[in-house]
């Protein structure tokens, strides 16, 4: 059975059916004709590993048995499933192209399932701004489904299909024989889209369907491959004919997805979302089975068809072995909000309306589009199958627990003037008895069974950053920036997280090793005031904290100005992300632009950090002298709740190898101290790899020193050959953002560039 060809001369504008062709051994046949009619300079087959060994000989001798001498054939064999329809994938095929000096008269040929399908007709849509491409589907879910349409896509770790174009094939050959060589899974896999179009276009091939699975089966299972008759074989062409020449009139009327190709849909809206969690243990097939059917319960929970569409739909894809329920296994991955929240963002959503293609009856849609369908009814359907969010119960301390652990705590306010709002608010939120007088607040605990004992806490309100005096150096006293931009509710809820930092009475903010990969950007910037929060937090993207580098500010004529300059910008950035922060003061010997002979001001600046409340303070250990590390040790004993060191030390000239003895002097030395002021801080050490080995040493040396992953380190290396370190490092990685003027140290990594090499590297 083969539609009969015609030479498509542009792409945007067509009669898809009249480019596809369906029949049995075509391999010449596509050859000449893709040669006659697609003329170009060079062909580029891309297929992939498990299908180049079945079907690729065999097409390029067809090719390069009738190709002129002047014309080349190249070929470009990629992993097979569905982690290659990526972006990394896509420029790996156009680098390859380019390295071969192709030009626009290149015609690409996706010899391959959905996955090739898609890739391939994403990437000749770019390539040199858009050049011919051929689909080969080799998967019965290709031939009626992604092949068709001219939709091509990749995938992203947001979702799938998300980035690609709408870029028709000029010839599609439906080889079948190359559906003998399908698993039965697969077959089945292919037979939810056959299904799904006929159930919606017409009760006579449903019926076909319904009474045809034995011969199907027959044709392409079949031990023996020569024993099916002509008229079987015609029998399933026929099938498959019907199921793509529905979708190619469906694409011809509507190319862009206005309204009528919507009803290609049917199934898919909860069916994505169902596969978005699944995937990959259940195949699209499957998911799309089951959105099939809870599709259709929809329909007749709305009254448009009877509960016997719903049977015979359920029977049908049941005889061809495709899940019309869900499995434990299944239901433990999934929960009513996590499906309803993936709806939202479906393709095919107008706003917030959801839209879905309603069954009236076998072969009948409700409207010749997809339905505007509430939620209510959604959730009607959905709870019957899937579990709700799991249940979160807040773990409720008593009062008097809580109470127990305040402190005393004193405001001052310099310039500022006190809200009768806030004084409220700390009695009833933190249960105070509040006192004013003199421009001070005193805030006692009302449950303290030994006044004496209690510790006091203060916090100096000002304008002036860097100029409150500590109170005693028993006490911790704090210093919170007031900016003339903060209106007053936003200066009262600022200054309550400011306070429930400092009192410990939510959640930590300090980053949690045991809850997977964590990194923080370095923004590479010297005014926080002039950013838009916007473009901040387009730099924070997936951040889990952010270091505000010192030393990138303009340089100051005296230690006042740095000190007031650091508490100002730290203030506007405090203004515009509530991420924890990172204060470090780099100098130029650690990789930094700090004057390391500044000492003294350098400590105070460290000093500052933790009045400031900063949730990490960096302390380079080489750069001051041992007293003065532990003068620093002995001020964060008063701090300790709040702010935590980073123990630094850089190499940026490569004079301390892994595999030496200097680094693990370091190491040793930050851990003693830690360990000697029982302060549980991070360590961090950053080598230079001018090799590649440099990075395996590096990990020998985390081996060593963590055999268990468990402690808080960051090791990574500088310098372009050190990228698999900041990969491989699980705590805090210090990472980049395209988007910032610069990177802080060479080789650093985005986030979303670590997060995709980690998931190309199973390493998540």
Request: aromatic share 8%; glycine share 4%.
């Amino acid at each position: 059975m083969v539609f009969e060809a015609s030479h498509i001369e542009t792409i945007s504008v067509l009669d898809v059916k009249d480019a596809i062709h369906v029949g049995y051994n075509l391999t010449d046949y596509i050859a000449s004709t893709i040669l006659s009619s697609v003329p170009a300079s060079n062909y580029c087959i891309v297929t992939d590993t498990n299908l180049a060994p079945l079907y690729l000989s065999q097409l390029m001798k067809a090719f390069q048995d009738r190709m002129h001498p002047s014309q080349r054939l190249l070929t470009r064999i990629m992993a097979a499933g569905e982690m290659s329809k990526s972006r990394q994938m896509k420029a790996s095929i156009e680098d390859y192209m380019l390295s071969k000096s192709c030009t626009r008269d290149t015609c690409m040929i996706a010899l391959g399932g959905g996955v090739i399908g898609d890739l391939v007709g994403y990437t000749a849509s770019t390539f040199m701004r858009g050049v011919p491409f051929v689909q080969i589907p080799t998967t019965l879910l290709a031939m009626v489904d992604s092949s068709i349409g001219g939709k091509t896509a990749i995938d992203t770790p947001h979702g799938k299909n998300l980035i690609g174009t709408f870029w028709q094939p000029r010839f599609i050959f439906m080889d079948l024989s190359m559906l003998q060589t399908l698993p039965k899974r697969e077959l089945a896999n292919g037979m939810a889209e056959v299904i799904k179009t006929a159930a919606i276009s017409s009760q006579s091939e449903f019926e076909r369907l319904e009474n045809g699975k034995q011969i199907i089966e027959s044709v392409i299972l079949g031990s023996d491959k020569n024993s099916s008759t002509d008229e079987e074989k015609s029998f399933v062409a026929s099938v498959i004919s019907a199921s793509a020449k529905f979708k190619a009139d469906v694409v011809t009327q509507d190319e862009r997805e206005s309204g009528l190709r919507g009803l290609l849909n049917f199934g898919h809206s909860i069916g994505h979302a169902l596969e978005a969690v699944l995937a990959p243990a259940w195949l699209h097939g499957e998911c799309i089975s089951i959105g099939l059917i809870l599709e259709v319960e929809l329909a007749c929970v709305r009254g448009h068809c009877s509960v016997e569409v719903v049977d015979r739909l359920t029977r049908c894809l049941e005889l061809y072995d495709l899940p019309t329920t869900l499995d434990k296994d299944a239901k433990n991955k999934l929960t009513l909000d996590q499906v309803m929240t993936t709806l939202k963002v479906d393709k095919k959503n107008k706003g917030s309306q959801k839209r879905i293609v309603l069954l009236s009856e076998i072969g009948k849609t409700l409207e010749p589009k997809a339905s505007d369908v509430p939620d209510d009814d959604i959730l009607q359907v959905l709870s019957k199958h899937l579990p709700p969010a799991a249940s979160i119960v807040p773990t409720l301390t008593a009062k008097s627990e809580i109470h127990f652990n305040l402190p005393n705590m004193t405001l001052v306010f310099d310039q500022v003037s006190c809200s009768p709002h806030l004084l409220t608010v700390l009695e009833t939120r933190y249960d105070y008895q509040v006192q004013q007088e003199y421009g001070e607040v005193h805030c006692i605990p009302k449950k303290v069974p030994d006044q004496k004992s209690t510790k006091t806490i203060y916090i100096h309100l000002t304008r002036q950053a860097g100029t409150s005096a500590s109170k005693d150096e028993y006490s911790s006293s704090y210093e919170y920036v007031v900016l003339e931009e903060q209106d007053h509710d936003q200066f009262c809820e600022d200054l309550l997280i400011f306070i429930d930092t400092v009192l410990q009475t939510g959640k930590s903010r300090h980053v949690n090793r045991k809850k997977g990969p964590s990194s923080f950007v370095t923004p590479t910037i010297a005014d926080y005031k002039s950013v838009l929060p916007a473009v901040l937090n387009q730099w924070l993207e997936n951040a889990d904290a952010i270091e505000f580098r010192v030393d990138y500010l303009l340089d100051r004529a005296s230690e006042k100005e740095w000190i007031a300059c650091a508490g100002t910008q730290l203030a506007y950035l405090r203004l515009k992300t509530k991420l924890p922060v990172i204060f470090t003061v780099r100098t130029i010997p650690q990789a930094g632009q700090f004057d390391p002979k500044l000492t003294k001001l350098y400590t105070d600046l460290v000093f500052w950090a933790h009045r400031w409340g900063c949730d990490y303070v960096d302390l380079e250990l080489t750069t001051v002298s041992i007293n003065k590390l532990e003068d620093v040790m002995m001020l964060n004993y008063h701090y300790s709740s709040t702010v935590k060191l980073i123990g630094s030390f850089h190499d940026p000239e490569h004079h301390c190898p892994w595999s030496g003895n200097k680094m693990k002097e370091v190491y040793d030395h930050a851990n003693r101290l830690f360990e000697y002021y029982n302060h549980h801080g991070v360590i961090k050490l950053v080598g230079f790899a001018e090799q590649p080995m440099d990075n395996i040493e590096l990990e020998q040396f985390r081996h060593q020193v963590d055999p268990l992953s468990e402690k808080e380190l960051i090791l990574i290396n500088m310098g372009a050959k050190g990228k698999f370190s900041r990969v491989a490092n699980q705590f805090l990685t210090p990472a980049t953002h395209p988007a910032l003027p610069s990177a802080a140290a060479p080789g650093q990594l985005s986030i979303e560039e670590i997060i995709n090499i980690r998931h190309q590297l199973a390493m998540d």
